[in-house]
């Protein structure tokens, strides 16, 4: 953790606390020792370790920065196996990804939406994993859809790009792009002819990254990073 993160900021965190835990078996802090944190999407802070009770880590904290907003990047990404989603959802939101749209698709696994990793709410863990690895306070919404038709139709986005190897042209490394974007990744076997035809009749520019076909999970990553510089934000 780069930062730890709370919904409010507290006076005293029961030792019973991961976060607790995590000063003060992985940090190593003592009483007079200082930290970074912040409220999730919220202003930062340093805090001060007043004291280590069994009642807790009593703390003072001093405001250091107003809160920083994610970049204006929308990820809509096609459901895949939930230890490959654990991956990409940690490393969205370390990227600043300021939206998650997770669709089910015409070619992926139906049951995936129907995992633990949603149904149990184990997803916002890893945003919040995700974030207090970034340094910085910031989660994105991540919103539901059953399909490719529905999702394309709550895009809010200055330019949409469709990553695709079959009907991708120009590459995402040679794009210039402005204002805010959404990027569709599909399944680990592609978007179908249908969603493709949908998403090409809606606007989106069919765009790649190469000619490797790759992992969804290397594919949304390498898509975030690349598009952030194509925006010139990263």
Same mark, same amino acid.
């Given at each position: 953790?780069?930062?730890?993160?709370?919904?409010?900021?507290?006076?005293?965190?029961?030792?019973?606390?991961?976060?607790?835990?995590?000063?003060?078996? &992985? @940090?190593?802090?003592?009483?007079?020792? *200082?930290?970074?944190? !912040? %409220?999730?999407?919220? /202003?930062? #802070?340093? $805090?001060?370790?007043?004291?280590?009770?069994?009642?807790?880590?009593?703390?003072?904290?001093?405001?250091?920065?107003?809160?920083?907003?994610?970049?204006?990047?929308?990820?809509?990404?096609?459901?895949?196996?939930?230890?490959?989603?654990?991956?990409?959802?940690?490393?969205?939101?370390?990227?600043?990804?300021?939206?998650?749209?997770?669709?089910?698709?015409?070619?992926?696994?139906?049951?995936?939406?129907?995992?633990?990793?949603?149904?149990?709410?184990?997803?916002?863990? &890893? @945003?919040?994993?995700?974030?207090?690895? *970034?340094?910085?306070? !910031? %989660?994105?919404?991540? /919103?539901? #859809?059953? $399909?490719?038709?529905?999702?394309?139709?709550?895009?809010?986005?200055?330019?949409?790009?469709?990553?695709?190897?079959?009907?991708?042209?120009?590459?995402?490394?040679?794009?210039?792009?402005?204002?805010?974007?959404?990027?569709?990744?599909?399944?680990?076997?592609?978007?179908?002819?249908?969603?493709?035809?949908?998403?090409?009749?809606?606007?989106?520019?069919?765009?790649?990254?190469?000619?490797?076909?790759?992992?969804?999970?290397?594919?949304?990553?390498?898509?975030?990073?690349?598009?952030?510089?194509?925006?010139?934000?990263?």
């Amino acid at each position: 953790m780069n930062i730890i993160l709370f919904d409010a900021m507290p006076t005293l965190l029961p030792l019973s606390d991961e976060r607790a835990k995590h000063i003060t078996h &992985i @940090l190593r802090l003592k009483k007079g020792d *200082s930290f970074r944190s !912040g %409220i999730i999407n919220g /202003e930062e #802070f340093e $805090s001060t370790i007043v004291s280590i009770t069994d009642d807790g880590i009593a703390i003072e904290s001093r405001k250091t920065r107003d809160a920083v907003p994610l970049f204006p990047l929308t990820l809509m990404l096609a459901e895949v196996r939930p230890i490959s989603m654990r991956r990409i959802l940690r490393e969205a939101v370390s990227l600043g990804v300021g939206r998650i749209m997770l669709l089910i698709s015409d070619l992926g696994e139906k049951s995936y939406s129907d995992a633990g990793l949603y149904t149990k709410g184990e997803y916002r863990k &890893i @945003l919040l994993d995700g974030a207090m690895q *970034s340094g910085f306070t !910031g %989660i994105p919404p991540v /919103e539901f #859809f059953s $399909s490719v038709d529905e999702a394309v139709k709550a895009v809010d986005s200055d330019s949409s790009l469709l990553l695709d190897n079959v009907v991708g042209k120009e590459r995402l490394s040679q794009m210039y792009l402005t204002g805010s974007v959404t990027v569709a990744v599909g399944p680990e076997r592609g978007w179908s002819d249908r969603e493709r035809e949908l998403m090409l009749s809606n606007g989106f520019t069919p765009t790649r990254i190469g000619n490797r076909i790759l992992r969804t999970e290397t594919a949304a990553v390498a898509t975030i990073a690349m598009t952030l510089s194509a925006m010139n934000l990263i």
